[in-house]
C-alpha cells in the first residue's frame, strides 16, 4: 500500500504541472511549479505544495486562480488518472525556496562581517 502512495503522488505531480502548464487558460496563474504531491493514508486527499516565481502580488494572484481551477484540475486528473476515488485537491504555497535564498544570505554575511 505504501509504495502505491508514493507512485500516485508521483503521478498526480506530473499530471497536474502539465495539465497547469499546457491547459488551464487563466491569466491569474503565473510560473507555477508544483514542487510536492502529499497523499493522505487513505488517498482521499491531496495536498499540492507549489511554488511561484514572482512577487507577492504574483503569489496571491496564483493562489487565487489555483482556487479557481481546482475542480477543472480535478476533473482533467479524472480523465488520466485511473484510481478509484480522485482524492480532494488542497493547493498549499511553498516559500521554502525563498526561505533558503534568505538563509544563504546572512551566512554569506556573517562570513564577509568575520572575514572584515
Keep these: 500500500m505504501r509504495y502505491r502512495k508514493f507512485r500516485i503522488q508521483d503521478q498526480?505531480?506530473?499530471?497536474?504541472?502539465?495539465i497547469i502548464q499546457r491547459e488551464?487558460?487563466?491569466?491569474?496563474?503565473?510560473?507555477?511549479?508544483?514542487v510536492e504531491v502529499k497523499m493522505s493514508d487513505d488517498l482521499r486527499l491531496a495536498k499540492i505544495y507549489y511554488s511561484v516565481y514572482g512577487s507577492?502580488?504574483?503569489?496571491?494572484?496564483?493562489?487565487?486562480?489555483?482556487?479557481?481551477?481546482?475542480?477543472?484540475i480535478k476533473f482533467l486528473l479524472g480523465k488520466r488518472v485511473r484510481i478509484k476515488y480522485m482524492p480532494e485537491l488542497a493547493f498549499f504555497p511553498d516559500r521554502s525556496y525563498e526561505r533558503m535564498l534568505r538563509i544563504e544570505e546572512i551566512l554569506t554575511r556573517t562570513q564577509n562581517d568575520r572575514e572584515d
Excluded: H, N, Q
Excluded at 498526480?12 to 502539465?18: A, F, V
Excluded at 487563466?26 to 507555477?32: A, E, N, Y
Design 12 to 18: 498526480l505531480r506530473e499530471e497536474i504541472s502539465i
Design 56 to 72: 507577492d502580488a504574483d503569489w496571491e494572484k496564483t493562489k487565487e486562480a489555483l482556487e479557481r481551477s481546482k475542480g477543472y
Design 24 to 34: 488551464l487558460k487563466d491569466p491569474g496563474i503565473g510560473f507555477v511549479t508544483i
